[in-house]
């Protein structure tokens, strides 16, 4: 038997598990559970570009959410930041989100019937001179800034409400860790009061923007959302010397000042200083059973920090279990050697935490491994580039690979 007919008999059968499962808590889990695929090696011989490839995996997992980047930087056919991303696209214009989004390899993944959920961590494009990129939010914030996120983030709405109005689907229009584009501000201009002022006035105008749209749009069965997504909860920025760095001590973060000016619809929480290390030591070497109080803890601090600027669509949507874990994951490499026990383990303890505190969505980091990159962890794949799911230290409960652990959990629930 050839290794792709082993690949799909795996998938399938893993695939068959999680449908097969009887209604109730297993599969609303399984609505809740999904991927996220940044940039990352495809699996070699495979004719399809990346992000067909991660669809369909995370899709075999019988998992309903998946959460993608739109934007210019990448275009899951060349690495992050090429320019050459989008060559032969045949776009006309420059790839704003919208005109992306059309493109077959990305329509595809709100077509996909296994998908009901869909976050799209979202940036608007603009010139400066040298190619598209990301709208430039190192510089003061200007009317020409708020105008171009307005209209862009709209006609992404538009877009998809003409496209896929009539499906029963969630689309997420979310960013990407509010708290390094905050460090990078800050780095940038010496102000953390540009910094979080950028931050609020983008949020804002996204914020406004979909909302809009939405109203536009009532008969719609497709609900398109605002999220945002912090990464730091008890560390926050400090200023050191002549740089800002994040440390226990520090004065500023998303979500004590970013958060309580802007408003959403649900938050999305990358959750690796809850989950990855002790914020107060740093040590990742210690009991995984930890990762359990450290998350809820977590969790009930972001949902007491942010409950007034959730929109009332949220507060009917979601209560007060609005806060998403937009991130998680373990690089094999950094963890799974570890005398306290390896990946498994801890992914476990994650998911049944999240799970548990009745995280609206859970979303794993990643599909298909990153390219390696200096001293950067490796290893965050449920997938490699050889098309195989790379064994790990087993769980006490038995399983040895991201599949088995997700599958085994969601039988389990």
């Known amino acids: 038997m050839t290794r792709l007919a082993v690949q799909i008999l795996i998938g399938a059968a893993l695939a068959g598990t999680l449908r097969s499962a009887p209604a109730g808590p297993s599969s609303n889990l399984a609505r809740r559970l999904g991927f996220y695929q940044w940039d990352g090696v495809g ?10 490839q991660a669809r369909r995996h995370a899709s075999a997992t019988g998992s309903r959410v998946f959460r993608l980047y739109l934007g210019a930087r990448y275009d899951y056919r060349h690495h992050a930041y090429s320019p050459r991303s989008f060559a032969g696209d045949g776009l006309s214009a420059p790839p704003t989100p919208a005109r992306i989004l059309e493109l077959p390899r990305y329509r595809a993944v709100l077509e996909d019937p296994g998908l009901e959920t869909v976050i799209l961590t979202t940036y608007t494009t603009f010139d400066y ?5 990301n709208l430039n939010l190192l510089r003061p914030w200007t009317p020409a800034a708020e105008a171009t996120e307005r209209t862009q983030i709209r006609e992404l709405c538009d877009f998809l409400y003409a496209r896929f109005a009539a499906l029963s689907k969630t689309v997420v229009i979310a960013n990407s860790e509010a708290d390094e584009l905050l460090l990078g501000i800050m780095n940038y201009s010496g102000s953390p009061d540009r910094a979080i002022g950028n931050l609020a006035s983008w ?9 809009q749209a939405r109203a536009a749009h009532p008969g719609a069965r497709l609900q398109v959302l605002h999220g945002f997504e912090i990464s730091l909860v ?3 920025i400090a200023r050191q010397g002549p740089l800002f760095r994040k440390s226990p001590a ?3 973060n ?8 802007a408003p959403f619809d649900i938050l999305l929480y990358s959750a690796y200083e809850s989950l990855n290390s002790p914020f107060e030591t740093g040590n990742i070497d210690v009991d995984p059973a930890q990762i359990r109080a450290r998350l809820r803890r977590d969790l009930d601090r972001i949902r007491d920090a942010a409950r007034r600027s959730l929109s009332p669509l949220g507060r009917r949507l979601y209560g007060a279990r609005f806060v998403a874990v937009g991130e998680i994951g373990f690089a094999r490499d950094r963890f799974d050697r570890l005398p306290t026990g390896g990946v498994a383990p801890r992914l476990l303890a994650a998911l049944e935490t999240a799970a548990t505190w009745g995280c609206p969505y859970i979303i794993l980091w990643q599909v298909l491994d990153a390219p390696r990159a200096g001293r950067e962890p490796y290893g965050f794949g449920m997938i490699d580039r050889k098309g195989q799911a790379p064994k790990l230290q087993p769980a006490p409960n038995g399983c040895s690979s991201l599949g088995e ?3 085994g959990f969601l039988g389990a629930r």
């Open 234 to 236: 008890n560390l926050r």
């Open 254 to 261: 998303a979500l004590g000042d970013v958060v309580p000016r």
């Open 43 to 52: 699996v070699e011989g495979s004719a399809d570009d990346l992000l067909t």
């Open 203 to 211: 949020t804002r105008a996204r914020h406004e923007a979909v909302g």
């Open 250 to 252: 520090g004065s500023w």
């Open 405 to 407: 652990c997700l599958a």
């Open 129 to 133: 001179g040298a190619g598209p990129d």
